[in-house]
């Protein structure tokens, strides 16, 4: 049975569930609980799990009453009974939803009759529990999307940056750990699984060199969950990013991020005072943050996630941009499609910089490739893949092709070669010319097909098939209830 099988037979226990009256995002808890359980077994450290507590014991209990009693017990006081720091983590806070023992038995069963390895014995749990995050994300209901970038995304973004052995990267907003977990996967498949690495060498990559931030106690417990189940015993730190911890997280290699959108709550600025322009904006903040977090060597760089609105804002805004512009190269800018987010209609980019040497005139110029314009709605019907940035990583790599820039491309910035594409959605401003646009990156969009033919119902026509697929979601769900319950 494939990764992506499995995945879907846990999540359809989940209508099994919904008499419990357990929430999907309550569902992935509940099955990152029972499933480390299950890990325990696998990767051999149920030593660090008091006896009684151990998985077979779940699974061979044929009373259901005195195996839930026990879990419930499990969850209460395992941080206290282990000196395994992961699962003190993993536990921490940790309550059941579940109300009815029968269900608890279902999940146990049906987690331990699963084969978590594939025909070539490749271990897949990390891959169906990506797989269920990324459902998860896309049940609006649950409000996960927020923590869940794209995969196709972050690859890409992954790819373009190029990570390298030896090197500290960060995520200072991480969510569910997606983009430092698909960094380390980018190494593992350049190095053969870190197979010719001496045991300082591993270590370094195992635990050193992917770290995050999350401010969300169950996005936290996911990302943790997520890095365990790759191999990873990266430090994923519980904590707010935008305070005085954040000062500590200096002296990157290298960001991938997608900061959390909208404003501090209650509109308040953040207390770090070691950022030049606070703002209410959280992403303005951030972005402040990820720049001066990288090394000052001329090779750190990043890859940010960040809507319209950082690109044009007065004020704070536009100071932030020049700061940017002067500590960084701010070499690229990418122009995401509408509808690739939770919600819908959010317009968002990745900018793409590498922090100078110095802290002036690192920015010559800027070039932008535009995938909002004139492209497809994505969605259920169109698929958002790897494939739709085919010509943004020709355009980016100066002609490298997507099949081969893991291969062939080194994370150079050319410009000669840049200038050789020939591309409508690839245009190049200089500095100078972004100046004169009060320093607004609102730039690089093509000429937009509806409005020029007076028809501008791209995006109400996008946003009601959105509603139109949510609304057959819905009633799908509905039909399987009731089936269930007949």
């Known amino acids: 049975m494939s990764a992506e099988e499995i995945a879907n037979k846990l999540w359809n226990l989940c209508n099994v569930l919904r008499d419990d009256g357990v929430t999907y995002h309550q569902y992935l808890n509940e099955l990152t609980y029972i499933l480390f359980l299950k890990l325990s077994e696998v990767k051999d450290f149920e030593a660090h799990i008091p006896e009684e507590y151990r998985w077979r014991g779940f699974v061979e209990e044929h009373d259901n009453n005195e195996a839930f009693v026990r879990y419930r017990k499990f969850l209460a006081e395992v941080s206290n009974e282990t000196s395994s720091e992961s699962i003190k983590e993993i536990y921490t806070n940790a309550s059941t939803s579940l109300r009815k023992p029968v269900n608890f038995n279902t999940l146990v069963q049906a987690i331990d009759k699963i084969d978590w390895y594939e025909q ?13 995050l990324e459902k998860n994300a896309g049940e609006k209901k649950s409000g996960a999307g927020q923590y869940f970038t794209p995969r196709p995304l972050i690859n890409v973004m992954v790819d373009l940056v190029v990570p390298k052995l030896g090197e500290r990267w960060n995520d200072p907003a991480a969510g569910t750990f997606g983009f430092m977990i698909s960094a380390d996967k980018y190494l593992r498949d350049k190095t053969d699984n870190y197979y010719k690495l001496d045991a300082k060498q591993l270590k370094f990559q195992e635990e050193e060199a992917f770290s ?40 990157f290699d290298g960001v991938l991020a997608n900061p959390p959108f909208g404003t501090k709550k209650g509109g308040e600025k953040p207390t770090r005072d070691d950022l030049t322009f606070l703002s209410s904006n959280k992403q303005l903040n951030f972005l402040q943050h990820i720049y001066r977090s990288l090394k000052k060597n001329g090779e750190a760089r990043a890859a940010v996630v960040l809507p319209d609105n950082v690109l044009f804002e007065d004020g704070d ?94 994370g150079a910035i050319d410009h000669d070669k840049r200038l050789t594409i020939k591309d409508e959605r690839w245009q190049y401003l200089t500095r100078e010319a972004i100046a004169k646009k009060n320093d607004s990156l609102d730039l690089g969009l093509i000429a937009d097909d509806s409005i020029s033919n007076g028809e501008d119902l791209g995006e109400p026509i996008a946003i009601a098939k959105e509603a139109m697929e949510e609304l057959k979601s819905i009633t799908a769900q509905l039909e399987a209830m009731i089936k269930e319950l007949q």
Not at 120 to 132: K, P, Q, T
Request: charged fraction near 25%; proline fraction near 2%.
């Open 212 to 251: 995050g931030v999350e401010l969300v106690s169950d996005a936290h417990r996911l990302a943790l969950m997520n890095a365990r189940l790759h191999g990873m015993e990266s430090t994923i730190y519980l904590g707010d990013t935008l305070t005085d911890f954040g000062k500590t997280l200096k002296n």
């Open 317 to 410: 805004g536009q100071r932030i941009r020049q700061d940017l512009m002067n500590k960084c190269n701010l070499h690229t800018i990418l122009r995401l499609p509408t509808g690739i987010f939770y919600a819908a209609g959010v317009k968002t980019n990745v900018l793409f910089f590498t922090r100078g040497k110095t802290e002036t005139n690192n920015t010559k110029g800027v070039w932008f490739y535009d995938m909002r314009t004139n492209v497809p709605n994505y969605g259920k019907r169109t698929p958002f893949t790897e494939a739709a940035f085919t010509d943004f990583i020709k355009a980016y790599t100066g002609g490298i092709t997507a099949k081969n820039v893991d291969q062939d491309y080194d």
């Open 120 to 132: 070539d014995d490749r271990d897949v749990m990390g891959d169906i529990y990506e797989s269920l």
